[in-house]
């Protein structure tokens, strides 16, 4: 039903600013809390919260590993 129709959108929404997130890890030094504030996550826990529920990686770890 429009139920998982709304599911569905919200993670799909949520997919694109955890990738928009490690773009930004990857290619700025930007700190963390703001990169959290940019993506209009509620604050840099959730933020973290949901980057390592996305990806396996706290966002500190996944720059560490990933930055060019």
């Not at 993670?11 to 997130?21: H, I, M």
């Not at 703001?34 to 933020?47: G, K, M, V």
């Given at each position: 039903?429009?139920?998982?129709?709304?599911?569905?959108?919200?993670?799909?929404?949520?997919n694109g600013r955890?990738?928009?997130?490690?773009m930004?890890?990857?290619?700025?030094g930007?700190?963390?809390?703001e990169?959290?504030?940019?993506l209009?996550?509620?604050?840099q826990?959730?933020?973290?919260?949901r980057?390592?529920?996305?990806?396996g990686?706290?966002?500190?770890?996944?720059?560490?590993?990933?930055?060019?």
């Amino acid at each position: 039903g429009s139920e998982m129709c709304i599911r569905d959108s919200y993670q799909y929404y949520l997919n694109g600013r955890v990738e928009a997130a490690k773009m930004l890890l990857q290619n700025t030094g930007m700190p963390i809390g703001e990169i959290a504030a940019r993506l209009a996550f509620e604050d840099q826990q959730y933020f973290a919260t949901r980057f390592k529920r996305a990806t396996g990686y706290a966002p500190m770890k996944f720059r560490k590993m990933f930055q060019k």
